[in-house]
């Protein structure tokens, strides 16, 4: 079927609704409804998934597998039928069924299959991918349960189970057919084959069933549709028929229930380690299914595995899926009879790693104990690889014992713990960071032997966002102008956009863009009087921080800067030169004391500045709940100022950093990942950058001279926000509620909270001066657009294609 005209849409949809789901469409529920139209448009989904198959498999297509144990997809109806180019038609036919179109969009659950950056990332790649008509693949976990949904009762934040699946989802099809086993625990026996070589064999395992889940992407234009193959565990009724058999009963349902646990839900920390066997399961669970997936499907084209380095690429996303370099070289030896040299040739020519974080706490490392419990024969092949490798070091470095104890993929002591990061860096033939700072850190600070001894195999590869859903489908109405004004092709080619340069000073131009602006400051704050029963004035400056809670990302200094603000109203009686409205939105890890203390503050902070006659109308505060992909469309749009204050060093790119400029937003932050490349694009006259280089901190940190209570002494505005957080001023109902903040400011700031807060003070005060000249500050925001092309997700999705995967554009 090609592009159905509205009559066609709406056959397909009473169809759906009669014979897919068995309603009667006159009485059909509006989640019916958003089915059965996700079923009319799946259709067209999978013809051209049957056909893009064809184009792959007639051109001898290499493909790509992305590995990521999160994809954070949100809403999918929209924009499929953005990239169907059906959209109009959809509405049209949902309209004429008498349902109303936006009602409609509203009724589907996001898919929150990941924490943040990494996952939303991932999903940003697989629309590039599909756009640009290449063969790549997402290999992931069908969580049953994604990221908790965040309440907030008493200014807390409250956490409730996101069980997605438990309503239809159009979007998934299942592929029992492509089922296979997962052996676990058990024991390694060294056994001979005929020839009398010694053969190790892993025996005595349990096993589990990965079931694939197919969500079909397409891309833009819809030429194209990949997949994303999302695994359930489910248990073996094989296996389990011992237990049945010998009695068991209970038991045997007791292991199904375990095995099925494993796909149960999604670990809700970022940046943290958890250490848990569950944990760790997942990692190896979704790896080995992918690489059995890959085996099969290539040698159903080729037979044998020979050229399977030529024909598949594999990225990790972090190190949680670096189990795939054990388990690839485990088959090509174990079952495939490759000598370890061939098998070590191939998976390095296969992996790629992308590191996306520095800190420390985040740096996945399993206890050799417990590896060797779950996965023996991984962890022997993990010692061989570390065994090799550490003999070429020290070849080149004799008797370098530190140099040695660095690179061991083994970090030794009481409790031994394999690192993930070295061995993903030692098995992968590239190794990249996410934004240029970033990656030079990866080089310098995080793993400088490895650089010193595989210089070729780092590189960068600044991250970026898909235009389509981010600007196209989020900002309908600044997309419509764009395309009025320089034409459409910048949804494909966002470098397209510098022909908006020359319109940012024509005064009809920057009215339009304007009044686009406000329309979508009224939306949201329509919005939000719906919600949280705050009136906002849409003509205020939005300032918005709006992403995971962490302290590196210092929400609190934000927080600071709006007490003080709020105080030298009240007490200094200084006026603003105009209205300001603060919009926070993020999630805290379940377990993270410290960033759930912050979004307390923040919501009482919101509490008593909105309800201070005296500020009325000048500060308003908002905590939106339950930040999600879909909530993020919705806010972006709406920005003019958009947050981006990490302490310098730590974040390693950010993305919604991107999403606001291309929305017209002006960027106040720090000079930390992708913020640098901002910058650079934009124009420093047009991004607003305060506070402490990462330079400044290293020389900081080697003669320890950040001293909190130096900052405090000296400067009367931070001892008055920090006296202000230590009583009970933005607690009065519950005394020293956020003490535990002072001190950890005063005490152990990791953050280098009170070194900005001045230069984030004044830079504050700069952004409202600009903003009271509209043109001046129009201009601005228009420039940011015009300027965002590197940013698209495209741009890095062809780097990647061709210098680290080498696969290529399959046209037709
Ligand atoms: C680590 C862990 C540790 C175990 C528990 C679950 C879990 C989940 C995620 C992570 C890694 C988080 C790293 C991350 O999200 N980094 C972000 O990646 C973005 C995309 O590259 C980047 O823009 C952000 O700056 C970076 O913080």
Not at 242 to 256: C, H, P, R, T, W
Request: some cysteine; aromatic content about 10%; hydrophobic content about 40%.
């Amino acid at each position: 079927m090609s592009k159905p005209d509205t009559q066609a849409f709406i056959d397909a949809i009473r169809q759906h609704l009669s014979y897919s789901l068995g309603v009667q469409p006159a009485q059909a529920s509006l989640h019916d409804l958003f089915m059965a139209v996700g079923l009319a448009t799946r259709n067209l989904m999978l013809d051209k998934l049957f056909l893009t198959e064809q184009r792959y498999a007639e051109q001898n297509a290499k493909r790509l597998c992305y590995l990521s144990m999160e994809f954070l997809v949100g809403r999918s109806l929209a924009n499929n039928l953005y990239n169907l180019g059906i959209y109009d038609i959809c509405r049209q036919a949902v309209q004429t069924l008498g349902m109303d179109f936006d009602e409609l969009l509203e009724v589907e659950l996001d898919a929150a299959l990941g924490n943040g950056g990494l996952g939303r990332l991932a999903a940003c790649f697989l629309d590039s991918l599909a756009t640009l008509d290449m063969p790549g693949y997402g290999y992931g976990i069908n969580y049953e349960y994604g990221l908790f949904k965040q309440d907030i009762i008493d200014g807390k934040q409250v956490e409730k189970p996101d069980h997605w699946l438990i309503r239809d989802t159009p979007w998934l099809i299942e592929r029992r057919d492509y089922a296979c086993f997962i052996p676990l625990y058990g024991r390694v026996v060294q056994t001979r084959d005929r020839a009398g070589k010694m053969l190790p064999t892993w025996i005595d395992w349990k096993v589990l069933v990965g079931v694939p889940h197919d969500m079909p992407i397409v891309g833009y234009n819809g030429n194209t549709v990949n997949y994303l193959r999302l695994y359930s565990a489910m248990s073996s009724d094989e296996f389990d028929m011992n237990l049945f058999n010998s009695g068991d009963y209970i038991k045997a349902v007791e292991q199904k229930i375990s095995s099925e646990n494993i796909s149960k839900v999604l670990y809700p920390s970022d940046q943290v380690r958890v250490g848990k066997e569950l944990r760790l399961i997942q990692e190896y669970f979704f790896v080995a299914c992918a690489v059995r997936d890959v085996i099969r499907i290539h040698r159903e084209k080729y037979q044998d595995l020979n050229n399977l380095a030529d024909k598949v690429a594999f990225q990790l996303n972090d190190t949680h899926p670096a189990l795939a370099i054990a388990e690839l070289m485990r088959t090509l030896t174990d079952e495939y009879d490759f000598s370890w040299k061939k098998a070590w040739e191939m998976t390095v020519s296969m992996c790629g790693y992308t590191n996306h974080t520095l800190l420390p706490e985040a740096l996945e490392k399993w206890s050799v104990a417990l590896l060797e419990h779950v996965l023996p024969r991984h962890l022997q092949i993990i010692y061989e690889i570390n065994h090799r490798f550490l003999q070429q070091v020290a070849n080149q470095y004799p008797s370098d014992i530190g140099r040695l104890q660095r690179m061991s993929i083994i970090e030794e002591g009481d409790d031994k713990q394999v690192r993930m990061a070295n061995l993903a860096i030692i098995g992968s033939h590239s190794i990249n960071g996410v934004a240029a700072i970033h990656s030079e850190l990866v080089k310098t600070n995080l793993v400088p032997d490895f650089y010193e001894f595989f210089p070729e195999r780092f590189n960068n590869k600044t991250n970026g966002v898909t235009p389509r859903r981010w600007l196209l489908n989020a900002n309908p109405q600044l997309a419509s102008l764009l395309t009025e004004t320089i034409g459409e092709q910048w949804i494909t080619d966002l470098s397209q956009l510098s022909a908006l340069e020359v319109v940012s000073e024509d005064s009809a131009f920057q009215d339009c863009f304007l009044r686009i602006k406000r329309a979508n400051k009224q939306r949201l704050a329509t919005l939000i009087a719906e919600e949280i029963r705050v009136i906002l004035n849409p003509d205020a400056l939005f300032d918005i921080q709006i992403k995971r809670l962490h302290e590196y990302k210092r929400q609190l200094l934000n927080a600071m800067h709006i007490i003080h603000q709020y105080l030298s109203i009240v007490e200094d009686g200084v006026m603003l030169p105009h209205p300001k409205v603060y919009i926070f939105a993020g999630k805290a890890a379940p377990g993270y004391f410290m960033a759930k203390l912050i979004i307390n503050l923040i919501n009482n902070i919101a509490d008593i500045v909105n309800h201070d006659p005296r500020v009325k109308g000048m500060l308003s505060v908002i905590f939106m709940r339950d930040y999600k992909v879909s909530l993020a469309e919705k806010i972006i749009p709406a920005a003019d100022l958009s947050e981006q204050i990490s302490t310098a060093g730590m974040e390693a790119s950010g993305t919604g950093n991107m999403k606001f400029s291309m929305n017209g937003a002006l960027t106040i932050g720090t000079l930390d990942g992708a913020n640098v490349e901002i910058r650079e694009e934009v124009g420093a006259e047009n991004i607003y950058i305060f506070g402490l280089t990462v330079a400044d901190i290293e020389k900081m940190q080697r003669i320890g001279t950040y001293k909190s209570w130096d900052y405090y002494h000296h400067n009367p505005l931070i001892r008055r926000v920090m006296d202000a957080i230590n009583s009970d001023r933005f607690c009065p109902r519950e005394s020293g509620l956020f003490k535990p903040i002072f001190d950890a400011i005063m005490f152990n700031d990791r953050y280098y909270h009170l070194a900005d807060l001045d230069a984030y003070i004044q830079t504050q005060a700069q952004v409202l001066t600009d903003f009271g000249s509209k043109p001046y500050w129009a201009k601005k925001a228009i420039l940011n657009v015009a300027r965002m092309g590197k940013f698209s997700s495209d741009r890095t999705i062809k780097e990647y294609a061709q210098a680290v995967w080498g696969i290529e554009t399959a046209k037709k």
